[in-house]
């Protein structure tokens, strides 16, 4: 009986921890509408290098002249480093970039990058596809 009930909580552990991993990974046309791409120039104000996503976040100058703190989802730590961009001299606070990304499906200024072009010139492309899902170019926010 011992035997049996060790078996039993064993398998019941695994299989909630199984389950926690595929709840945590997720598609990102769940969130993020891959069919609609919008393209802004932001400030950087700030860079959270977490798992399993790096966030950054840009002040963004609507047409209207108001200023919108904008969340962008990134890729991996991992994934950024290889690119080099996980370098605290890779990126730079306070300076804009220009971005293109698709939006969060709920309407909040958040969305995952597609581009990131530096102030110098330089281009991070997320999957090397600039537009997932053949979607076109349908909103512009600030000046390009």
Not at 32 to 58: C, R, S, Y
Request: aromatic fraction near 8%.
């Amino acid at each position: 009986m011992t035997r049996k009930l060790a078996w039993i909580l064993t398998l019941s552990i695994v299989g909630l921890v199984l389950n926690g991993k595929v709840y945590a990974h997720h598609s990102a046309s769940s969130e993020f509408d891959v069919e609609k791409v919008v393209q802004f120039d932001g400030v950087l104000t700030k860079v959270e290098w977490i798992n399993p996503h790096a966030e950054m976040h840009f002040d963004v100058k609507g047409p209207n002249g108001k200023t919108t703190s904008w969340e962008i989802l990134f890729a991996g730590v991992n994934a950024l480093r290889r690119a080099g961009l996980a370098n605290k001299n890779a990126l730079t606070i306070g300076a804009k970039y220009a971005l293109t990304i698709n939006p969060a499906r709920d309407g909040r200024p958040a969305g995952i990058i597609n581009s990131m072009t530096f102030p110098d010139g330089r281009v991070f492309r997320l999957g090397g596809d600039l537009v997932p899902g053949g979607g076109d170019v349908v909103q512009g926010l600030g000046q390009r």
